[in-house]
């Protein structure tokens, strides 16, 4: 390898270059990364598709408060080449079995200031990630201030992204010339004007602050971390520092992001050992929506909806619904500081919730319990109780939690800081060692570590179902972006499946509490009921809720398909789609096909090729459609459910979705 190496630097200074540099190939060859080393011995990449540049030569590298050099003076010691092709199997996921293939360049750089960096490269069909592993003499301690690693994208194009906002996820989408962006978050995804599809992310952020990226030419962005309140931006104790992957997804068409393996990829083997059956993806309903439409409370002082007669209820409904799980929010005493210092107790139900009995009749239907942990922010509180609280929930045979962080952490840490990275991390550690699965909102965004930690099931991290409850709500498009953007980094808890969309059934009862100014009491739900059930398909996470109050799904023919849904799926593709406009999915789970298709504002008619289904099997469809006079606007609630029999893989489905519309097909062999 290392002869390689000489020759390409030799071959570099008789072209009078001046800079050593070393080029790595995707498998296919179409994707050429190549690190160039200048005379001053900093660092840079640059990216080619199909011999044309894609990123043109971007910055590498760190500041470090001591002033220890970790972004020049290198020189290289070693390169090493590696290949890989190897399958690996998750025990849940959009695909039980990932291919990762992809080949590797590891540089060994030092300069005079004893740093020794590691940087390590890989490049799949699918896209590139490189990371940093620093090693630094002499100190005891490593603070990085900055950031320098640039993506400095070769043309104009067109992105979708949140703005960077080191608190909160929670935004709407914007759709932006590149040249017109002046920071996101990530994942970040475009268009270039040459038809190529990227998306920038990072993968494995298990102690480091979120990246964020910010303008820094033409169509140039510039990573951004979360700093500490001090305005350090990433501390370690020690002399060794590895930051996560960051990542560039490629694309020739909009569905290929979706269905790219590049960050599951780049994190490493799960970790948790031994019989790990209790980790598994579930249906559940939820004591929730009520709360969110402002008729119930979480607090027991008001309406208060989390009490044993309710939870009883939606367990009875649970197991009459072909349904897992049933999520209490609000049983737990705190609720009554919220707004305040927020102190909730995590192992304190409130005296109109006997946990006992509760866990006892769930116990007798075969249903589980998710608890839920809202924090309120205030982290330093929920870490004091949280080993004595996931074993108590353990002793009660309680696998599931969902947690909140809504509020600002004490003490002025960002919300997406290393501080709170590490605290997700110990809480997905401590369940995990009382064999629990997590649900996080106000999470940190997904970057993979589910491979890892399997019990990390699920997260909000993007403006979910709780918006259109007391804000003008998520717009028709949102829908058809999320899966381009967000759902690139994980499975989302977006919590789907609104049925009484205007809100009818409640909107006018006397108990009903305005929520804030936003709240014009006239929101509703932006789509037709077909939609919200291809939501159930196509905005993945293996906890799916069923969100809207159990009575409007009562004697409703639409829910049939939550009751058939199975959301433990082993294969999953996008088969159409751009983003913003449309998209259609399909999931694989046992001998059934569910298909997902969803549209913005504007009517299609798609034309679906059945060829993932089965060799030599014919299939029953259930199709839940768009009703001929559906319109997410005017007639939302109008839809068809027909049967279409003995489909084989040379059949092709022709899906009419109405304006805002989507379509949901379960797909059962005969
Ligand atoms: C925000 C979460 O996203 C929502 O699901 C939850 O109900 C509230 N916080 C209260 O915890
Ligand atoms: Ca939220």
Redo the contacts with the bound molecule.
């Keep these: 390898m290392k002869k390689y190496f000489l020759l390409v630097a030799l071959w570099c200074g008789l072209l009078g270059v001046g800079a050593q540099t070393y080029s790595l190939r995707s498998p296919d060859r179409t994707i050429v990364l190549t690190f160039s080393l200048d005379n001053k011995g900093a660092m840079s990449y640059e990216v080619q598709v199909d011999g044309l540049p894609f990123l043109r030569p971007s910055k590498m590298g760190y500041e470090e408060k001591s002033g220890r050099n970790l972004q020049n003076g290198f020189s290289l010691v070693d390169v090493q080449y590696h290949s890989q092709d190897s399958t690996w199997s998750q025990i849940w996921g959009e695909n039980k079995w990932v291919r990762d293939l992809h080949n590797e360049m590891v540089l060994q750089l030092q300069n005079a200031d004893a740093v020794q960096l590691t940087l390590r490269f890989k490049a799949f069909n699918d896209g590139i990630g490189f990371r940093y592993e620093y090693e630094v003499g002499g100190v005891d301690s490593i603070l990085l201030m900055d950031e320098l690693t640039s993506f400095d994208l070769a043309q104009e194009g067109i992105s979708w992204s949140i703005p960077a906002d080191f608190e909160s996820y929670e935004h709407l989408y914007r759709k932006l010339p590149l040249s017109e962006l002046y920071n996101a978050n990530t994942p970040m995804t475009f268009r270039l004007e040459n038809g190529l599809y990227g998306s920038l992310h990072e993968a494995a952020l298990t102690d480091f602050p979120e990246m964020v990226l910010y303008k820094d030419g033409e169509h140039a962005f510039k990573a951004t971390l979360a700093p500490w309140p001090d305005l350090v931006r990433a501390r370690f104790a020690g002399t060794h520092c590895t930051s996560p992957w960051r990542t560039l997804a490629l694309g020739r068409a909009a569905v290929d992001l979706i269905n790219s393996s590049l960050i599951l990829n780049l994190n490493e083997p799960c970790e948790l050992t031994g019989d790990l059956s209790w980790i598994k993806p579930m249906k559940y309903v939820g004591i ?1 929506w009520g ?2 439409l402002g008729i119930e409370s ?1 607090s027991i002082y008001d309406r208060h909806g989390a009490t044993t007669a309710n939870a009883k209820r939606y367990i009875d409904f649970a197991a009459k619904n072909h349904i897992d799980a049933v999520l209490y ?1 609000g049983w737990n005493e705190g609720w009554e500081t919220w707004g305040g210092q927020q102190h909730f107790d995590f192992t304190k139900p409130y005296a109109d919730f006997d946990v006992e009995e509760v866990l006892q009749y769930a116990a007798q239907k075969g249903i589980a319990v998710i608890s ?1 942990h ?1 924090t309120g922010g205030n982290i330093p509180n929920y870490e004091r109780q949280l080993e004595h609280t996931y074993q108590w929930l353990d002793s009660l045979g309680v696998h599931c939690v969902k947690t ?1 962080y ?1 509020g600002g952490i004490p003490g002025g840490y960002s919300h997406h800081g290393q501080y709170n990275v590490r605290h997700y991390r110990k809480v997905v550690l401590t369940a995990a060692q009382h064999q629990c699965m997590l649900d996080v ?2 999470p940190i965004k997904p970057t993979g570590i589910r491979r890892t930690y399997p019990n990390m099931m699920t997260r ?1 991290g993007a403006r ?1 179902m ?1 918006w259109n409850a007391w804000s003008a709500g998520n717009p028709p498009e949102h829908y058809e972006i999320l899966p381009f953007t967000r759902l690139l980094a994980g499975p989302m808890d977006y ?1 789907p499946g609104t049925f009484d969309i205007l809100y009818k059934n409640t909107r006018n009862l006397p108990q009903r509490k305005k929520w804030n100014d936003q709240d014009q009491g006239n929101s509703r739900v932006n789509t037709t009921l077909a939609k919200q059930l291809a939501n159930w398909v196509i905005l993945y996470s293996p906890l799916q809720m069923a969100s809207d109050l159990i009575e409007n799904y009562e004697n409703h023919p639409a829910f049939q398909f939550f009751r058939d849904f199975n959301p433990d799926c082993d294969w999953s593709r996008a088969l159409q789609g751009e983003i913003g406009e449309y998209v259609v999915m399909v999931r694989k789970a046992g001998d059934t096909f569910f298909l997902g298709a969803t549209t913005n504002e504007k009517a299609r008619r798609l034309f679906v090729p059945l060829d993932f289904l089965e060799e030599n099997a014919y299939y029953t469809a259930t199709v839940y459609a768009d009703a001929l006079d559906a319109d997410w606007k005017y007639n939302p609630t109008a839809y068809e459910i027909y049967t279409l029999d003995n489909l084989t893989r040379d059949d092709a489905l022709e899906v009419v979705l109405n304006q805002g519309g989507g379509q949901a097909v379960v797909l059962k062999r005969k």
Excluded: I, R, S
Aim: charged fraction near 35%.
């Design positions: 929730w709360m969110h979480w929010e839920h809202e909140g809504a909102h106000e909000e979910g709780e919590t």
